[in-house]
């Protein structure tokens, strides 16, 4: 898991961490044991050059800075102390032509003298070729065994603007392996919802490695989410990936605060909806045996979430049960059934039943508090 929240992450439209925010979540990130880091662009200016080199001198995990096939961000990069550098070059012929503004020789010219100054300062060094999946394939494999010859140690494709699909991004990674002894990393945007499925697609097809960002953020609609890829290989794979998934929903709010991007409530693993149970025949089921409307293979514990019974218009009795037991009532079936009614009642008018809500109920009924019954048994 090569997790890139600190630099595509931070690339995100109205977003930017401090230099003690980079700090807090690297040093989480590393903690939780993921595997690279990419700290930052460290050429991008002399306070984000310092960030990267802090996190570079601090963390035990690989670290990457981001670079330009343009000597000074090579240059940048290695004096940032980094394990790794990411260098990139377009590929797909619209941005050679209206962005880098350079023609295909060209490219592989700088790409190759990029992959070989890194490996000559000793450094790893990963190239990309971006906008991978708008690329001609066979200028494609030209790349990428011109970086090849020149001894590059990973070969990052990266879905640039998210048009891939699971199964044509699997056949371009088989492709690409087919010429090259490289190892093969992935980088997959989110424009169409296809990014976690591509990034274990590319798992699938070979690659070794796919690059992540907490709660998905990042260009546009964002990249591979860190704990759905992480989750996926553990709980649908089978895959000890070696990283504490407990502190994920830790990490997830942590960068939520930082990059001030909201997590959607049906946000997969981190959003307050995924363990949460409103309907009655699910919440009844969840009750008895969480595994029969729940993955099973992935349990809240194991993310550092909580399970929680909402109560609404759809609630049934079995949860409304489970709640008023849970703040103190014994309630007959006749009083369940009752509360119920009302939960559903209010919840029907889009208002929220909580704690304070469902005692008022609870005492309207007259249902018993375990405060009164201690009360009697003193009097």
């Known amino acids: 898991m090569f997790d890139t929240t600190l630099r595509d992450g931070e690339q995100s439209p109205r977003t930017s961490f401090s230099y003690e925010e980079k700090r807090d979540m690297a040093a989480t990130l590393d903690d939780m044991g993921t595997h690279v880091i990419e700290a930052g662009f460290p050429v991008n200016s002399d306070a984000e050059f310092e960030a990267v080199a802090d996190i570079a001198a601090s963390t035990d995990t690989t670290t990457c800075g981001l670079a330009r096939v343009v000597d000074k961000d090579i240059e940048a990069a290695l004096d940032s102390g980094v394990d790794m550098v990411h260098t990139f070059v377009s590929t797909s012929d619209v941005q050679l032509a209206d962005s880098m503004h350079a023609s295909r020789a060209e490219a592989v010219e700088r790409a190759v003298r990029s992959v070989e100054r890194v490996r000559d300062a000793g450094v790893e060094v990963m190239f990309s070729p971006m906008d991978a999946t708008r690329t001609d394939e066979e200028f494609l494999i030209e790349v990428v065994e011109a970086v090849s010859e020149a001894g590059v140690d990973w070969i990052n494709l990266p879905d640039t603007c998210g048009v891939a699909t699971p199964t044509r991004f699997a056949r371009m990674v088989e492709t690409v392996r087919e010429h090259t002894d490289a190892r093969i ?141 849970d703040i103190g009532f014994d309630p007959s079936d006749a009083e369940v059934r009752e509360v119920t009614r009302r939960v559903k009642d209010h919840g029907a008018e889009k208002e929220r039943v909580d704690d304070v809500t469902l005692r008022s109920f609870a005492r309207d009924v007259g249902v018993t508090h375990v405060d009164d019954t201690e009360e009697e048994v003193r009097a």
């Open 185 to 325: 990393d992935v980088h997959a945007h989110d424009d169409f919802g296809l990014a976690s499925a591509n990034a274990m697609a590319g798992f699938e097809a070979g690659a070794t490695q796919a690059q992540v960002s907490v709660n998905g953020i990042g260009e546009r609609a964002g990249n591979a989410a860190y704990e759905e890829v992480v989750m996926a290989a553990e709980s649908l794979y089978g895959v000890d990936t070696g990283i504490d998934t407990t502190r994920i929903t830790e990490l997830a709010r942590i960068v939520e605060a930082a990059s001030d991007i909201p997590i959607p409530a049906n946000k997969p693993v981190v959003g307050r909806n995924a363990f949460s149970h409103e309907s009655g025949i699910h919440a009844a089921g969840v009750i008895e045996n969480a595994d029969t409307f729940e993955p099973g293979v992935m349990t809240p514990e194991m993310v550092g979430a909580t399970r929680e019974f909402v109560l609404g218009k759809h609630t049934g009795t079995h949860s409304v049960r489970k709640r008023l037991a």
